[in-house]
Nanobody
Framework: QVQVVESGGGLVQPGGSLKLSCVVS????????MGWYRQAPGQQRELVAR???????QYYGSVKGRATISRDNAKNTVYLQMDTMKPDDTAVYFC????????WGQGTQVTVSS
């Protein structure tokens, strides 16, 4: 059974940092590209970062230069380090495998506010 569990969200002040984690079970994790997505209130879910199986990373939109995606295949875990956070980063953050679209987890809420 495939399970996706995100964690690490919370309340952070503008300019602060957070590191999100996502553990995936039920798949051969190391053979899939992984991505972090976010969905802000009233908005569509969007892909913000992707890491390929070879470790190559891609970033999208406003997180470029402020986000670092990484993975630990031994732990079936993908991470997203977010720095210099802005109120517009407020969203529920999800991870998934872009090539196969796993069942979505519940996500982790990130709120950037003073």
């Amino acid at each position: 059974q495939v399970q996706v569990v995100e964690s690490g969200g919370g309340l952070v002040q503008p300019g602060g940092s957070l590191k999100l984690s996502c553990v995936v079970s039920g798949i051969i994790f190391r053979i899939y590209d992984m991505g972090w997505y976010r969905q802000a209130p009233g908005q569509q879910r969007e892909l913000v970062a992707r890491i390929l199986v070879n470790g190559f990373t891609q970033y999208y939109g406003s997180v470029k230069g402020r986000a670092t995606i990484s993975r630990d295949n031994a732990k079936n875990t993908v991470y997203l380090q977010m720095d210099t956070m802005k109120p517009d980063d407020t969203a529920v953050y999800f991870c998934n495998a872009p090539q196969i679209t796993l069942p979505w987890g519940q996500g982790t809420q990130v709120t950037v506010s003073s």
